[in-house]
């Protein structure tokens, strides 16, 4: 959670006037009351509001760094920033925070039809889906950018083809970008 509040943080920051303005109106939509902080029933109703789940008193607790149960703009906004950054799994419905499994084919940068399961999910197997492929991630990020002549996909296929002894290192870039 400390990455996703730094970077909450420093997405603000960086953030026109107009966005940090709605994330301030998305604080003072949550904090019904208008007493400067956000209690657990007004979180979970804010949360209910916008039909999404799993935003239970746990997840509360967890993004209350100072723990005085109530969230400050600072807490508010890592929870923002999570809603607003973060897929949720197309089989369980859980938000994904971390590391995530992602449709090759589905996925465009410019769709908002991705295909994403979270680990559990993805590693069970039994979601049924029209495509095969998936990647998570880290890796789908990697695969956007022209890499195939990357010359770092090209110094690690030469010295995994001297180890693993093959003749250049084709066909071990071949099998390492899929
Ligand atoms: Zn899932
Ligand atoms: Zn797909």
């Known amino acids: ?8 943080i420093a997405c603000y920051n960086a953030g026109s006037r107009k ?13 019904a009351d208008g007493n400067g902080k956000v209690s657990v029933a ?3 109703n804010f949360a209910s509001k916008l039909g999404l789940k799993g935003f239970d008193k746990n997840f509360f607790n ?5 723990k005085n149960g109530f969230l400050d703009f600072e807490e508010a906004l890592l929870f923002y920033y999570i809603i607003t950054t973060r897929p949720f799994c ?18 465009r940068p410019t769709s908002s039809n991705s295909c994403d399961l979270c680990p559990s999910c ?13 990647i998570d991630n880290f890796a789908l990020l990697r695969k956007q950018k022209p890499s ?12 995994l ?12 870039i071949e099998c390492i970008q899929m």
């Open 1 to 8: 959670m400390d990455d996703l509040r730094l970077a909450s």
């Open 19 to 31: 966005e940090q303005k709605l994330a301030k109106k998305v604080f003072e939509a949550m904090d």
């Open 42 to 44: 007004e979180f979970s």
């Open 62 to 66: 967890q993004i209350d760094k100072d």
């Open 90 to 107: 197309d089989m369980c419905g859980q938000l994904i925070m971390d590391m995530y499994y992602s449709c090759i084919k589905c996925f």
């Open 122 to 134: 993805y590693s069970c197997g039994t979601f049924k889906h029209d495509h095969e492929e998936f």
């Open 148 to 159: 195939s002549n990357s010359r770092e996909i090209f110094a690690l296929g030469v010295e």
């Open 161 to 172: 083809a001297k180890l693993v002894g093959m003749p250049g290192p084709e066909e071990v």
